[in-house]
T-cell receptor
């Protein structure tokens, strides 16, 4: 059974600081790893998808890395803003199934 | 809108009621999913349909019954639910091994 762990569970930073969110997974045969954002009571918004053959993906202030050998992915958010406050979820895909971590809840203080 | 639409957004039902959740996607994806999100717990995969065939039933109680009449629509039929079934139910779609897109969810409360 695939297991996905996200540490820390919660994070509070002042505006402007860079964010580092960690995700670890046990399945070495993943197809891809996806990062999502979830606002309270809402659905998930896809942020970045890293295919298993890739090492990183970038979109604006977001950068995600993938190290399959160590079973780790990291999401970096540069120059955080209050609007970045949300829960961030990582999910590893094996065939058609996504297995999720419990998420990291981020608060960016103005 | 993400391309995946769920209705209703909120639902309150009694334990003896029968209701259905609806999900619709117009992204041309060939796989659709139901997930359950309870407070303080990771998303739990409930059902997966690939090319309209159910390929995963993750030990979900029979009071939840999925239906996938075509590649664009997915339903979750609910009957005789329990209060612990109260949760956010999320629908998602994807093309195999590519980016998954989620709907906004249905907040279900069982009273």
């Amino acid at each position: 059974k695939q297991e996905v762990t996200q540490i820390p569970a919660a994070l509070s930073v002042p505006e402007g600081e860079n964010l580092v969110l960690n995700c670890s997974f046990t399945d070495s045969a993943i197809y891809n790893l996806q990062w999502f954002r979830q606002d309270p009571g809402k659905g998930l918004t896809s942020l970045l998808l890293i295919q298993s053959s890739q090492r990183e993906q970038t979109s604006g202030r977001l950068n995600a890395s993938l190290d399959k050998s160590s079973g780790r992915s990291t999401l970096y958010i540069a120059a955080s803003q209050p609007g970045d406050s949300a829960t961030y979820l990582c999910a590893e895909a094996n065939d058609y199934k996504l297995s999720f971590g419990a998420g990291t809840t981020v608060t960016v203080r103005a | 809108e993400t391309g995946v639409t769920q209705t209703p957004r909120h639902l309150v039902m009694g334990m003896t009621n029968k209701k259905s959740l609806k999900c619709e996607q117009h992204l041309g994806h060939n796989a659709m999913y139901w997930y359950k999100q309870s407070a303080k717990k990771p998303l739990e995969l409930m059902f997966v349909y690939s090319l309209e065939e159910r390929v995963e039933n993750n030990s979900v109680p029979s009071r939840f019954s999925p239906e996938c009449p075509n590649s664009s629509h997915l339903f979750l039929h609910l009957h005789t639910l329990q209060p612990e079934d109260s949760a956010l139910y999320l629908c998602a779609s994807s093309q195999a091994n590519t980016e998954a897109f989620f709907g906004q969810g249905t907040r279900l409360t069982v009273v």
